[in-house]
């Protein structure tokens, strides 16, 4: 949410607030991104593939320079309020980034939190029938209306395993990668 939010407005809403930032290597930043899109369906893959959506969607771009959005933070919070964290890190060293993060927060760093479970993982539409039915508007719409929340979330997660994969994330392409290393 480095991007999206405004560091003033949550100073004025939380003076004492603690900011932890977690940086992605800006290439990878952009792919996950895209994927993201696609799978919660903002994005037909099939219209706009990955080297395409890169030049004609400056967010895809804009997000991975990181420097002045940082420093925003920095001027705003202060340097001893600010937690940099990278997204390596955290993959390749869990739980060691977990303490860290405990010992800036100064909360209690012998609290073991399950770090198994995985959140937002990789899913895309399986083909472009499946696209087209989850990105239907109409049909989110009428399933909200006529059945009731708990209902809902069951079709919800029906629906990801009928028309979802979450199969390994496919390879980004060279010709992608280079767009992205020389901007």
């Given at each position: 949410y480095l991007f999206y939010a405004d560091p003033l407005e949550i100073k004025n809403v939380a003076p004492e607030a603690k900011i932890l930032?977690?940086?992605r290597k800006p290439v990878e930043r952009a792919y996950s991104h895209y994927l993201m899109d696609v799978?919660?369906?903002?994005?037909?893959?099939?219209?706009?593939?990955?080297?395409?959506a890169i030049k004609e969607v400056p967010l895809f771009t804009r997000s991975g320079f990181y420097y002045y959005r940082v420093k925003r933070y920095?001027?705003?919070?202060?340097?001893?309020?600010?937690a940099i964290m990278l997204h390596d890190d955290l993959k390749n060293d869990t739980r060691k980034v977990i303490k860290?993060?405990?010992?800036?927060?100064?909360v209690n760093t012998s609290f073991v939190p399950n770090i198994k479970i995985k959140y937002n993982t990789f899913l895309v539409?399986?083909?472009k029938i499946a696209f087209t039915i989850l990105?239907?508007?109409a049909l989110k719409k009428v399933v909200k209306k006529c059945l009731p929340v708990n209902i809902t979330d069951k079709v919800k997660?029906?629906?990801?395993?009928?028309?979802?994969n979450s199969e390994q994330k496919p390879e980004m392409e060279e010709e992608a990668?280079?767009?992205l290393k020389n901007l």
């Open positions: 930032i977690a940086l799978g919660g369906n903002l994005i037909n893959p099939y219209k706009l593939p990955f080297v395409s920095i001027e705003v919070f202060g340097k001893n309020e600010v860290e993060i405990f010992t800036f927060l100064g539409p399986r083909n990105s239907n508007n997660k029906l629906s990801q395993k009928v028309f979802m990668k280079d767009f």
